[in-house]
């Protein structure tokens, strides 16, 4: 025995002095793991439980929760519930529940309808019974109305002014039907001046609800409407179809309105949109986001989103950013505030105007930095961030509404102050100059 500890011990001299030191280092360790045994502890030795309830208040809960955001089975309280009408929109009713369209460079039918959160599988039936859909054209118009749980119940595509193809559904499906139209086009000055308000002008010149809704669209983002004064003047250049007799359809071509001494124009181009008498646009440029950082989204858009234990839906039409308390809040565009207030399931919000088909609202705020009937600009700070309201973490909901419908603000196209360039901006000034002419005031109303 003692051969072999000296022969062992000669051979672990003879090694080099770093495998010495890993070999000695393995043979401590291996000994210890072998020695080693684990106290166990038994039920009767164990100390007394000691239990401590800790509360929290809103504030101080979300540092336990994986998201700031708001309770999945409460839908956020609806633009309808508290939001002023405008006059304008009682004078001039238009289809509720029927949203329109016009087809923009890059646009396809899915880019479209994703903005409303419609259903990926009823996109596929439509182009599954026509494949024309995926060759929408610039300027196109295309229009639909959902049933009550958001699912797409009729669309309407406009492929030029005299075919109109539509699709119904039926069942999980679609119905196509397609009506071709066989009247005369003919173009039509109608002038006016104001007395009273401008609808009822415009309706006693002959131009029809529809019309008048267009004209007010077309210079939304240059004239109040509301503030127009007696006498001011007005000349539409309408393109009609005219069967036995009688208007079918009509299209706005171009429009003058002088208030003030000032005249303002919009005039329509191949695209479909607005532009003035030099190719710029119309439109206010906003912002993609409320805020100057970006914050993590904690819930998205979905106005179809169920509660997973209930089965109800509880739709959220706007989406969550997850921010510290006291963050600045943002007006996204030039516009009007129609609501700064304190409401029960949003807490601190504003909502504001943006023309005549934007809106935006702002909720769960710690405090409110603007007042209704105020003017602000993109960018102006409208209240700071919190956790108001019916809410589960500091954080922003952010919503934006387009003809009275809620829009996902992540993918919705918005309106932009571009204008023409190229060849499109030198096919317009020569349609520019056809049309001005044509729109001559009245001086003798």
């Known amino acids: 025995m003692q051969q072999i500890v000296r022969a062992v011990a000669m051979a672990f001299n003879n090694l080099p002095r770093p495998h ?36 929290l208040d809103n504030d101080g809960q979300h540092i336990l929760l994986p998201e700031a955001s708001e309770p999945i089975d409460q839908p956020a309280p609806e633009p309808e519930d508290d939001t002023p009408a405008d006059e304008i929109d009682k004078d001039v009713p238009g289809a509720s529940d029927t949203h329109d369209y016009v087809v923009s460079t890059g646009d396809t ?38 049933t009550e749980d958001g699912r797409l119940q009729r669309l309407s595509w406009e492929l030029s002014r005299r075919e109109t193809r539509t699709y119904d559904r039926v069942g999980n499906s679609f119905k196509l039907s397609s009506e071709l139209q066989k009247g005369a086009w003919e173009n039509q000055v109608l002038t006016g001046s104001v007395k009273g308000s401008f609808v009822s002008s415009a309706r006693k010149t002959g131009l029809s609800s529809n019309e008048i809704g ?14 127009l004064h007696a006498g001011d003047k ?46 710029s ?24 989103r169920l509660n997973p234990v209930t089965g ?40 504001i105007r943006h023309g005549r ?12 930095l603007v007042k209704p009937g105020q003017k602000v ?43 023409l360039t190229g060849k499109e901006r030198a096919n317009y000034l020569a349609q520019v100059k056809v049309v001005i002419p044509q729109l001559k005031l009245n001086q003798s109303q």
């Open 377 to 419: 600009k993109r960018g102006d700070r409208v209240g700071l961030s919190g956790n108001t309201g019916r809410s589960t973490g500091p954080h922003l909901h952010y919503e934006v509404w387009v003809n009275n419908q809620a829009v996902n603000p992540l993918m919705v196209k918005l309106p932009r102050t571009e204008g």
């Open 214 to 227: 267009s004209i007010i669209k077309a210079l939304q983002w240059q004239m109040d409407f509301r503030k």
């Open 281 to 304: 646009g119309l439109a206010r440029g906003f912002m993609r986001f409320p805020m100057v950082k970006q914050f993590r989204v904690s819930s998205n858009f979905n106005p179809r």
């Open 20 to 55: 010495r030191v890993m070999l000695g280092s393995l043979t401590v360790v291996t000994l210890a793991v072998a020695v080693w045994r684990p106290y166990v502890y038994h039920p009767s030795e164990m100390p007394p439980v000691v239990q401590n309830t800790v509360e």
């Open 312 to 351: 109800r839906v509880a739709p959220h039409r706007g989406v969550d950013f997850a921010m510290p308390i006291g963050t600045p809040v943002l007006s996204v565009g030039d516009g009007e505030v129609i609501v700064a207030k304190r409401s029960g399931g949003a807490g601190n919000y504003v909502t």
């Open 357 to 368: 088909q934007y809106m935006t609202r702002y909720m769960h705020m710690k405090k409110l």
């Open 109 to 146: 039918l899915s880019s479209i309808l994703n903005q409303y959160g419609i259903d990926m599988a009823d996109l596929s039936q439509l182009v599954k019974i026509d494949k024309d859909l995926r060759n929408l054209r610039v300027g196109q118009q295309i229009s639909w109305v959902l």
């Open 234 to 279: 007005f000349s539409v250049l309408m393109s009609r179809e005219i069967l036995n007799g009688k208007s079918e359809q009509s299209q706005l071509l171009g429009v003058r309105l002088r208030s003030g001494g000032k005249d303002y124009y919009a005039i329509r181009a191949d695209d479909g949109k607005f532009y003035d008498r030099s190719g």
